[in-house]
């Protein structure tokens, strides 16, 4: 492959808009509506989209359509109500352009531009992005190759505007329980080839909404930098893709659920955005704490039993370690800093964490000497 | 669909097999060569199985191969090598069946039959392995759609036995850059359509050893209950699939890095048997710790700035509530029992973590304050 | 491809089975039903492909189902109606084989054994067929490359079976109008590879019974050595693939139009076996005469112009060459012996045929004299 | 499907450009190099097109190439050396058009706008293309469903434009022999659906030069209208897809054997342009008339056979029919009139033809009473 551009560089691209980072520690929502519809339909899902914590909006006002008597979508009116919901909640937007007409009507109100599958391969059209300065996700077209998909973003790199992100949805196979199939390999072959960030739209592979949740998690286990999902706030009345759009609550959920994938892989899914709504926030925000006191619940039993494990290797003498504790207790003070969480707090508890670990070493030794008397 | 047997049941599906649960909260890791080599691969490939916390060693030993001229398998040596080599360990045993003279060699040796994907539509198969009762992984046809594969596990079910476990192995598409293309939506299609467990192996999906960390920890997010790892002690030196195959480091990296993910989703990997390694077992706990650690700060971190979000929607009165504080702890409690963590840690420990928050959520009433006078 | 005994050879394979060849000149035609359903349906079945011309009878025993619950074939009970109702009219047999006990009820009573699609990598199957000294059609699998097929082609030759005949039936691809996908390049390809014959099943390939006649006559013209064809005296009462089957008079259709197909490829589709039918037969011979006629009627008209072309090339005194027609009258009365048309006739027609050209050339310099003079 | 327009009418579309008809009784033969390089290289394209008796030129002049580091095309330069080059030789245009600018470029000098096949859902394209009054051969996506396609089509024809030629060329599948899979389906399934043509590129269907002739011939005789070829006076030396050109010594062989299946399918494909060439016409000529005599004998053979079986099945009394000798010579003087061929060579040789067969019907008698007697 020739990809001068595209190629894996030593530092990773991270693009940088407003205040998200596409590509960096941090895992990145996208959400709305296949086509926009109407302002109230905008209104809503960016509603729901804030409120799960998402950063962008979407919804497309060109609609790219199999059938000429298919909605073709709402062109300029649709800006605008993109638009409008996205700043009402302060969310970035995302639109699908298709050519130079379309293009300027979006330039100057629309934070991210998508290149459709069906466009992978417009080379004019990926040239004229070239030329821009602005970020565009780059969707994988329907049976594309990896290959010719890095390619295709070579075209833009070679215009001179290297604000791509990729974008894998889904790509033609025989099997019909899918709209297509998500081929999860894209992930990991693209963080090997580029160092362009890739992120997933499962609702396009899947095609229906059952199986979203379970796509997204693997997605974001495997590394991608982000999710495009459609959402709806009435998916049976959606002019398009409604069968494969989550409601607002099942959107919640699974950026819910996608807060410890994330975490379990070293990534980050924020969703503190989701902070300023009044109404059941206090519910919310105890729910939350209990769930983070279970875990840290879960993680000191599994500590403890750790402790117990190194116990059984040491001779008695060697139990306590005064010189290790004081040691284990500043890392752990210098980590405390980084993560925002109060040193003093640490200081106060960690000596108890200490004592009852080595509490529980020396049960283990005398258990394991009366085993030996006996 | 047709799957009387085979279709969605209030219960799911648990296979048990001596001490392992497949299909349970528990994700069963299932490694070791493609083919069966000799004593001594099988010997280092049990171990590394063993300490990187696998239930159940593979090892082809009666090989399908495109050409009649490759390798075919060391027939009924190979299965010596294979259940030695388990036993050794305390590792479960599976390998391919292909025949009745095959199934006759290895029926009372082996704990689970495989029937490999070339032989998922081969019915007269399907039909002798119905006749027993022993586990056995299903994997999918090259080319099988979800409906002929749950329809030839039917056929197991319908000769009497029921202990069938899918195994998704990626599916021929067009993509030139993989060997096969990993379906994930598998995963949750199963899953909705049966109660059989299904695993994943991302080896044969991906044909090339780089892609399987990713694929692997995507199946687990996914919600897969196992996954089939190949494993060769020495992946250059490998009769067959050498360049898909971990080594053992690789494979303890990826067993290590998946228990988080699958916390992450409510199951459960237990790396619990690699405790029995004397030599750098303490460096190897350390780290553990260090790393739990560090996780427990995160959270308390996170919890610190959640109660911040909590006091800022308190009147000043609210602030301290002796009576929420108790029930808390008292939950706390029962919760420390059930995962195994000391009570009397958190007895101790909670106390601390809740005044520092009241502390916050008070200098935080304070600023509000200035800044209102200001 | 490492392929000893089905690379490619100097001579091309030829399968002899009492009076027909597979792999000569002669295009052969096998036809019947999927499954064999009763002594009646066989018997019509059987008269309907020896209308047709067809040499070989095809129908399932041992049917391999996708669903556990869908008709298995009549076993036993099949073999007798298929071999009765094809020696009643002079035809060979073919019948799919599945496992051992399959292969011993046919191996006597059948005259070309099927490996289908599902077992094309059955390795154990094909190690059994290799031990056979007997015809065996290979079937492409569902979703077999060209090498892996002609792999486990080698491996019925590496058993010292020799007679194996290739069938192209169609691939998985994602289109959804058919049930697979001809690869109608297989016959090229295999020819390039091989040495062994390659048949068309164009039934499975489509799956629906109207493209039939076009990927037939297609598949004749690309060069394949026969097709494998679905013909049910009544497709609507069909116990399987109904739908994709010819009625009689779609197949004796379909046959009458490869005559001229396969012809114009240099080989020949023999409906002489159609003779034996006494009610409309003078209607449908002199049909047949009608067409020849006309045939030869277009060839001598443009014999006539070519001819005329030649003569613009000529000087006036070259128009009559008595020695060339002389060579020209033995090398046709030659070819007339080959063909078996009666010599004396082309002493008898072939100077009058000349005499007119040469007189068409003659007014041709005539006119060409004029226009120069005016 | 919804498709009004392009959907089947009781008419099929004839598309009249110039003296060509596409979608008529003739078969139109479209070549040329993939991309237009040098004056010198599309002179030589264009004679080696017109000798093979094809009516259109093709040349790409705007290339979408996968990387934007391949040979992009020569644009108006390519435009000027296509069109020249085909008016040099009396034949029709062919070109890809990609967006506006080179849609202007076009316009007034080129016969026939192509869409390729990674625009066939650049619907902007579509759009514009329909607003227009020319012919345009709309490709088959890499992977586009027939409907899909279809539904390409009616986008163009809602706009006005009707002259749609659509063209399969080849689709993407799992197999690697070739760079796609021809689906010969797609041309019977296009004329069950619809009224347009279609015509095949079996040069991007098989990515290779040695399996397009064996692919050519099944097109048409599938049913095919055309076939667009690629041709380059120097492969070796192509710029692009020169692994899979053919040499105009390959392109004139394959026309010469198509004629044959053309006609054994009812069509026609006319060499006569052909007889422009001085050079070695004579052999040319020479091996045609040879040709002709042999299928002619072949005929007379056949008829002699058929003569005989109807004499089988006569009375004695019933051998010689002058009134029905009569009627037939006139009905054959009438088809000797339509299809060009003297009339009076008819009524000089077909009384030869018949006392020849009555002659072999009375032997055939006589042996028969013999038979009986004895």
Not at 310 to 327: C, L, T
Request: charged share 25%.
């Amino acid at each position: 492959m020739n990809l001068p551009l595209v190629g894996l560089k030593e530092e990773r691209t991270k693009i940088q808009i407003k205040d998200t980072v596409i590509g960096g520690k941090e895992v990145v929502l996208m959400g709305g509506p296949c086509a926009v519809e109407s302002e109230t339909q905008m209104r809503e899902a960016a509603k729901a989209v804030k409120e799960a914590g998402g950063q962008v909006l979407r919804g497309g006002v060109f609609k790219p359509r199999t059938s000429p008597y298919s909605f073709q979508g709402l062109g300029e009116e649709g800006v605008n109500y993109l638009a409008e919901a996205a700043a009402e909640h302060g969310l970035l937007t995302i639109t699908e352009v298709v050519d130079e007409a379309s293009l300027e009507l979006i330039m100057d109100r629309i934070d991210i531009l998508q290149i459709g599958s069906r466009n992978m391969q417009n080379f004019q059209l990926l040239k004229r992005i070239g030329e821009l300065r602005k970020p565009v996700v780059l969707k994988r077209g329907l049976a594309a190759t990896i290959e010719e998909w890095l390619n295709a973003a070579e075209y833009i790199l070679a215009g001179g505007n290297s604000q791509v992100i990729l974008c894998e949805r889904g790509i033609r196979t025989y099997e019909p329980s899918t709209r297509n199939t998500l081929d999860l390999s894209a992930v990991s072959l693209v963080k090997e080839l580029s160092h362009l960030p890739i992120i997933i739209d499962p609702s396009h592979a899947a095609g229906r909404r059952d199986l979203i949740p379970s796509l997204a998690k693997g997605a974001i286990a495997a590394g991608a930098d982000g999710l495009l999902i459609e959402v709806h706030p009435n998916p049976d009345a959606a002019m398009s893709d409604g069968i494969q759009s989550l409601t607002p609550e099942q959107f919640n959920q699974l950026a819910e659920e996608l807060v410890s994938v994330a975490k379990a892989v070293g990534r980050k899914l924020i969703r503190s955005n989701s902070f300023d709504k009044q109404a059941n926030d206090l519910v919310l925000l105890r729910n939350k704490i209990d769930r983070i006191d279970r875990e840290i619940i879960e993680l000191l039993g599994e500590r403890m039993k750790t402790a117990q494990e190194i116990g059984k290797q040491k001779r008695m003498g060697q139990i306590r370690d005064g010189k290790r504790e004081h040691e284990i207790i500043q890392a752990l003070q210098a980590w405390a800093q980084k993560v925002e969480c109060p040193v003093d707090l640490i200081q106060a508890i960690y000596p108890l964490i200490f004592d009852r670990s080595i509490q529980l070493q020396l049960e283990g030794k005398e258990a394991e000497k009366s085993e030996r008397v006996i």
